[in-house]
């Protein structure tokens, strides 16, 4: 199950943080008007699009940039995976 557990703005900037509970959860494929950042903050997550796997990442990783009207989604790759979503407000 998807969970969205906080949302808030700073600054004009707004923040999105979600919750994957099981492994093979997503967030299902969209696209939005503007670029925004997603930052794996918890567990493993990875993007995809209609193709297949765009990129996996951890909380190691430096957050990954969707371009304005570039289709994706986002999967968890174990339980409990969390990800942040930052974009203009």
């Known amino acids: 199950m998807l969970r969205l ?6 600054n004009g900037v707004a923040f ?11 967030l299902p494929v969209h696209e939005h008007d503007f ?3 997603t930052r794996c903050e918890a567990g493993e997550i990875e993007a995809f699009d209609e193709m297949g796997p765009i990129r996996q990442a951890t909380p190691a ?15 968890a790759l174990v339980d409990g995976a969390r990800f942040v979503n930052i974009f203009p407000a």
């Open 61 to 75: 990783d430096a957050p990954f940039e969707f371009r304005a009207h570039r289709r994706h989604g986002i999967r």
């Open 16 to 26: 999105q943080v979600f919750v994957l509970e099981k492994a093979g959860d997503v």
């Open 5 to 10: 557990t906080h949302s808030f703005r700073f």
């Open 35 to 37: 670029n925004h950042l």
